[in-house]
């Protein structure tokens, strides 16, 4: 990820993909074309070729199998509302910043943006699964029901309990920074946990793991960091914990 470029090494095929003026297998070949032409070095064909014979028709499997009632799974039980700036980009956070005013822009915004930003956001701060659905459902060019729902409910929000994923894709603003340069231009400090400095994503991270840890104990995945979790002071869980709650409060998040 980085600032001024939404587009990296990124396709851009979804939308014709989606609206059935490609076919994907003619990607796939094209793709393999270029292989065997030499215009493309095979670990990117492999790449590209997954993505779409794998992730693409996995997604539309789960839609399928899990029916409209996946819809309302809530797993985590969570209601707060989606904060004000999804629709504005106006925030102090620079890579939601970031993420969402290329949304705003372009109606597109990449998987990982997609995932560890803007999902990643709603998920660790409790936003309603439901809210945020509906949001991706409107704002990106490529959206449509069978694969948004599925990528935002089951991979990105951890809905549906795991039934997609293995454990749920929350990560700290330890993540971004080590994947983006978004931090340096951001007035959050992304090595505080608490405080009038503190990464958001920090604090909601340990909030997400304090909130949730009984849930998440028998996932073998995430023994790693609940025993972190478990190091950590009574007090330093309350103080995250309080410090969480504010940053709920004063994004919009907390309802009424
Ligand atoms: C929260 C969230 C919401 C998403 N919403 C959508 C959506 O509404 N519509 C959509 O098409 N994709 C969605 N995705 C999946 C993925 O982010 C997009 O397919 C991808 O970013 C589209 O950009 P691209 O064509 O440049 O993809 P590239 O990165 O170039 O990948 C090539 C192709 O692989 C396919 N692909 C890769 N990953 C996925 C996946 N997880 N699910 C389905 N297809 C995949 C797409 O058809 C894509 O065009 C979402 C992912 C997340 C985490
Ligand atoms: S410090 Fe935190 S809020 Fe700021 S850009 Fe980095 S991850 Fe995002």
New binding site residues.
């Given amino acids: 990820m980085w600032a001024g470029e939404p587009?990296l090494?990124?396709?851009?095929?979804?939308?014709a993909?989606?609206l059935k003026l490609l076919n994907?297998r003619e990607?796939v070949q094209a793709a393999v074309e270029a292989f065997q032409a030499g215009a493309a070095p095979l670990q990117s064909v492999e790449g590209?070729a997954r993505?779409?014979i794998g992730?693409?028709e996995?997604?539309?499997a789960i839609y399928w199998r899990e029916g409209q009632a996946y819809q309302q799974r809530n797993a985590l039980d969570q209601h707060g509302c989606l904060p004000p700036f999804y629709w504005s980009s106006e925030t102090d956070m620079n890579c939601m910043h970031q993420a969402l005013s290329e949304v705003l822009d372009n109606a597109?915004?990449?998987?990982i943006q997609?995932?560890m930003v803007?999902?990643n956001f709603a998920l660790i701060s409790g936003v309603d699964p439901k809210e945020?659905s509906e949001w991706?459902?409107g704002m990106?060019v490529?959206?449509?029901d069978w694969?948004?729902r599925?990528?935002?409910l089951g991979?990105?929000?951890y809905a549906d309990g795991g039934t997609f994923a293995s454990k749920p894709?929350a990560a700290s603003g330890r993540y971004i920074s080590r994947m983006s340069n978004y931090c340096e231009n951001c007035r959050y400090r992304v090595d505080h946990r608490t405080g009038p400095l503190a990464c958001p994503f920090n604090t909601f991270y340990w909030d997400f793991l304090i909130r949730n840890r009984e849930r998440l104990r028998a996932n073998h995945r995430m023994a790693m960091i609940l025993k972190n979790l478990d190091r950590m002071s009574v007090e330093e869980h309350r103080s995250i914990a309080k410090h969480a709650e504010q940053l709920r409060m004063a994004f919009g998040i907390l309802r009424s």
Avoid: E, K
């Avoid at 597109?108 to 998987?111: E, T, W």
């Fill in positions: 587009f090494y990124h396709s851009l095929l979804s939308p993909l989606n994907p990607c590209f993505q779409i992730w693409r996995f997604i539309r597109y915004g990449h998987h997609r995932l803007t999902g945020i991706y459902l990106y490529d959206a449509v694969v948004t599925p990528n935002v991979m990105s929000m894709y």
